[in-house]
C-alpha cells in the first residue's frame, strides 16, 4: 500500500538554528499534508497543514514547503527553541468520500542542544 | 481549556483478558477518531466516527477489536480477547469535519502480557 515515511530519524541542531524536517510521500491523491509535534508521554499536536494545490505555506516560525514534483514536505522550524525538542510526524489525508483519517509517517526525533 | 480525555492512562493486563478504553471528546466536536501508536507501526488509524456513526474502521482487526460511541461524549474502544501484540499507546482524537487539525488525547498505554 502506499505510505508517508521520513528520510531521518533523528535530527539535532544548535538551539537558535533554522531546523528543517523532510517527509516523502506516495499517494498522489492526497489532498492535505498535516504535520503533527508530538512531545514526550503526550499524544500529537497539529502544528500546520497544506492543501496540495499549494506549495509554500507560513505560520508562526514554521514553514511547509510542499514539491508534488517529487513528492517531497519538509517542515522548516525557524530559531528553534528547547521547546521544539519532539517528534515530528507528516501525514497526509485523502479526502476522498468524505474520509477524515490520516495516515502518518514514521517520525522525526529533533533534539536541541544548547 | 478545552481537551480530549482518556481513560485508563496505564492498563496492564494478562493475555485473554478483556480491555475497555474510553475517551471523552471536545464538547461539540462531530468526529472521533481511534488511532494506535507502536515502535514498529508508528501511528495507525484503526476507527473513526462521524456524529457518533462508524465510517471507517478497516484499520482494526474486527475479530478482537470494536469500537463504540454510546453518547456525543463518550468513545470506547474494547479488545476481547486480548493479546501481547496489543501492547501499544492507544490515542483518541477528535476534530470537526473540514477541517484537518485533529486534537489528540493523551493515550491509554497497554501492557498484555
Known amino acids: 500500500g502506499e505510505s508517508v515515511g521520513l528520510h531521518l530519524p533523528t535530527l539535532s541542531v544548535q538551539e537558535g538554528d533554522n531546523s528543517i524536517i523532510n517527509c516523502a510521500y506516495s499517494n498522489s491523491a492526497s489532498d492535505y499534508f498535516i504535520w503533527y509535534k508530538q512531545e514526550s508521554g503526550k499524544g500529537p499536536q497539529f502544528i500546520i497543514d497544506i492543501r496540495s494545490n499549494m506549495d509554500k505555506r507560513q505560520g508562526q516560525r514554521v514553514t511547509v514547503l510542499l514539491n508534488k514534483t517529487v513528492k517531497h514536505l519538509s517542515l522548516q522550524i525557524a530559531a528553534t527553541q528547547p521547546g521544539d525538542s519532539a517528534v515530528y510526524f507528516c501525514?497526509?489525508?485523502?479526502?476522498?468520500?468524505?474520509?477524515?483519517?490520516?495516515?502518518f509517517g514514521k517520525g522525526t526525533h529533533l533534539i536541541i542542544q544548547p | 481549556d478545552a481537551r480530549v480525555t482518556q481513560t485508563p492512562r496505564h492498563k496492564v493486563t494478562e493475555m485473554g483478558q478483556e480491555v475497555t478504553m474510553r475517551c471523552q471528546p471536545i464538547l461539540g466536536h462531530n468526529t472521533v477518531f481511534w488511532y494506535r501508536q507502536t515502535m514498529m507501526q508508528g501511528l495507525e488509524l484503526l476507527a473513526y466516527?462521524?456524529?457518533?456513526?462508524?465510517?471507517?474502521d478497516s484499520g482494526m482487526p474486527k475479530d478482537r477489536f470494536s469500537a463504540e460511541m454510546p453518547d456525543a461524549t463518550l468513545a470506547t474502544l474494547k479488545i476481547q480477547p486480548s493479546e501481547p501484540r496489543d501492547s501499544a499507546v492507544y490515542f483518541c482524537a477528535s476534530g470537526l469535519l473540514g477541517y484537518n487539525e485533529q486534537f489528540f488525547g493523551p493515550g491509554t498505554r497497554l501492557t498484555v502480557l
Open positions: 501525514a497526509e489525508k485523502y479526502s476522498g468520500g468524505g474520509a477524515d483519517g490520516l495516515t
Open positions: 466516527f462521524r456524529n457518533r456513526a462508524p465510517l471507517d
